[in-house]
């Protein structure tokens, strides 16, 4: 950050990154009112005081894991292997961890935070929004980060305490965190939009229109143009099919509890395998990718 | 709870502990101050898109498809997301159309 800086032109770049975030984490405001909830009612009804569910929501941060430490407090004390089965469970952030190793870059004290909080719905949105100009990148994904992490404890502590007074049936309502993801997904899939506002349809697999357009949900493509052996489009069409077959293929083989890691594992052994065809070249990468992917040495070890 | 409140903290304590490590490793591995291997730079431009895809699967796998409502409520939910998204492109109308329609179905269609 810059010291000079006077104070009101800073707050201004802290309201313009606020109003940017505060949009695109409404969904999970929904969801983690309700998930939130049923945790905090879940550790109620299960004879827990607020302070248990609010500990776990404050240093854990990480939803399903959470759900089980409840069960894990209400059985034999074993640290060991609740520590192993937390690694298994969150083994995914390891994933995350890479995919923002060039985007957190460069953050200073904002990085730390950034990697504490990072969950599936911070990680889905701040991977994938292309940060609209005039947008400070680090105090966007700040916010969506600390608006997450807010929603978080106070759906907890909302359900702790009136959760089992609704008058009205929330049953489905954890939908919207599916629906989250897919449109996450269908926007990677469907690639930049043409113009501005939300009319466009489909568009083409140019994506010349990086800058254009103002909207602050849009979805960034973080692939480039060119430089790879096959269009843009097909790539990346290929790289989400083939997330959602292998692990659709491992839910069906492991079963819900037991997926996720062979499903990572698949995925990175067919990347690898793959790399020739998926791999663009460093020298074509995105405009915000380049700030820190586009000094790549192209050295021969 | 059976555990003593110190049993609880230590518990609590671990879990913490284990998910800071799967959080951080990646950035302890490779700081800002290294460039990491082209291959592991590789990697974080192509699992994004992946992991979206996992997460979408991930946040279905509870859907039982051969007991209950076998996952029909789940399917046409997921075709109207498809469909109001490709139509509109607008994320915050595909995500309110998509959880109310799915609310509908599991409240009163498929009960």
Not at chain 1, 47 to 70: D, K, N, Q
Not at chain 1, 205 to 213: F, N, P, T, V, W
Not at chain 1, 225 to 251: E, F, K, Q, W, Y
Not at chain 2, 37 to 50: K, N, S
Request: charge should be neutral; include cysteine.
């Amino acid at each position: 950050m810059n010291v000079g800086m006077e104070p009101h032109r800073e707050a201004a770049v802290l309201a313009v990154a606020f109003k940017a975030a505060l949009p695109l984490t409404s969904p999970i405001a929904v969801g983690f009112l309700f998930l939130g909830g049923s945790y905090g009612l879940l550790a109620h009804a299960k004879g827990f005081s607020l302070w248990y569910p609010l500990a776990m929501a404050f240093f854990i941060f990480a939803g399903s894991m959470e759900f089980i430490t409840i069960n894990l407090l209400l059985s034999a004390f074993a640290p060991v292997s609740a520590f192993l089965l937390t690694l298994m469970v969150n083994a995914r952030h390891l994933f995350y961890g890479l995919s923002m190793l060039g985007r957190f870059r460069g953050l200073g004290w904002k990085k730390p935070y950034l990697i504490f909080t990072m969950i599936d719905e911070t990680f889905a949105i701040n991977s994938s929004t292309q940060v609209p100009l005039g947008v400070d990148r680090g105090w966007f994904m700040m916010f969506v980060s600390m608006l997450s992490r807010a929603y978080w404890l106070g759906g907890t502590t909302l359900g702790w305490l009136v959760g089992g007074l609704l008058p009205f049936s929330t049953h489905g309502i954890e939908f919207v965190l599916t629906a989250l993801f897919l449109s996450i997904f269908l926007d990677q899939w469907m690639g930049e939009k043409h113009g501005e506002g939300a009319s466009a349809t489909v568009d083409s697999a140019s994506s010349d229109l990086r800058e254009g357009g103002n909207s602050s949900l849009r979805v960034r493509s973080p692939e480039p143009v060119g430089a790879s052996l096959m269009p843009d489009s097909v790539r990346r069409h290929l790289l989400a099919l083939i997330g959602v077959m292998v692990s659709a293929t491992c839910l069906m083989m492991f079963g819900p509890e037991r997926f996720m890691i062979p499903a990572m594992g698949g995925m990175l052994a067919l990347f690898l395998v793959l790399r020739t065809w998926l791999d663009v070249s460093a020298s074509g990468v995105g405009p915000d990718e380049g700030l820190h992917s586009g000094d790549i040495q192209e050295k021969s070890v | 709870m059976t555990m003593a409140v110190w049993q609880a903290v230590v518990t609590i304590g671990v879990v913490s502990l284990g998910t800071l490590i799967t959080r951080f490793l990646p950035f302890i591995v490779f700081p800002d101050s290294k460039q990491p291997p082209q291959t592991i730079e590789y990697l974080g431009r192509v699992l994004p898109y992946a992991m979206t895809g996992l997460l979408v699967v991930y946040s279905l796998k509870d859907m039982t498809l051969f007991v209950g409502a076998h996952g029909v409520p789940e399917v046409i939910s997921v075709l109207a997301i498809v469909v109001l998204h490709w139509w509109k492109r607008d994320m915050l109308l595909s995500i309110a159309g998509g959880t109310v329609l799915y609310m509908v179905l599991v409240q009163l269609v498929f009960v």
